[in-house]
């Protein structure tokens, strides 16, 4: 029996993936605009990234990740750089850890997500078959149940992965795993959702995607 992915250790290797991909950056780089977060560079989504960790192991972690929260952590890092700001993610990760251990996984979305918007931005693909993106797949895939309306007749099928029955629903959304995946965090445009539609009508089912703020003006490949 193969063993089931440990969410805790999937975040520990997206952050080191993410340390990877930062850590090399020059200043002209670090403030490069994320298309998926078009408030923020690089550097300031990396400091969100670093503060929510930290925040996190002190307690100081509202409900809703409300925008003063996060926007909070990025201005208290604006004159950091990045070798800072990975020095502060380092000494927070153990603590981190230990969090998660006691009190659940649910750090690994924000690294899992963003790690995604950090690699679009700088146009530098990876990590898109982790067990981790998997794991925030399937976490949103329950949330985005619970958002469609009554009575709904959908199904998302991907190359090796499928939510509900293709065979059956009305309407049928057929795109790459990775898409799919991308589409359940807010990070496709309802462009893409309708130019993915092969079966039926989407339209009454954009608001169930947009689960963490309004679907993206423009499309997003990563």
Avoid: K
């Amino acid at each position: 029996m193969s063993r089931q992915p440990d969410p805790v250790e999937e975040w520990s290797r997206a952050q080191r993936r993410v340390i990877e991909l930062v850590s090399p950056l020059d200043a002209e780089q670090a403030r490069v605009r994320v298309p998926s977060c078009p408030d923020w560079t690089v550097r300031d989504l990396f400091s969100h990234m670093v503060g929510l960790g930290s925040d996190v192991v002190a307690g100081d972690e509202p409900d809703d990740h409300n925008e003063a929260w996060t926007t909070r952590q990025v201005e208290r890092r604006r004159d950091h750089d990045i070798a800072e700001l990975v020095a502060e993610w380092e000494a927070t990760a153990a603590p981190l850890v230990a969090w998660m251990g006691e009190n659940g996984p649910r750090p690994l979305g924000d690294v899992i997500i963003h790690e995604q918007d950090l690699r679009g931005a700088l146009e530098v693909p990876g990590g898109q078959d982790s067990a981790g993106v998997a794991i925030i797949r399937d976490r949103f895939a329950d949330r985005f149940a619970a958002a469609l309306p009554d009575g709904a007749s959908l199904a998302l099928s991907g190359e090796r992965w499928t939510w509900g029955d293709p065979a059956s629903a009305d309407t049928v959304l057929r795109a790459s795993d990775f898409d799919l995946a991308r589409a359940l965090v807010t990070r496709r445009s309802a462009a893409q959702l309708r130019a993915w539609t092969v079966r039926g009508d989407v339209e009454p089912y954009l608001d169930a995607f947009a689960l963490l703020g309004p679907l993206p003006a423009a499309d997003l490949v990563v």
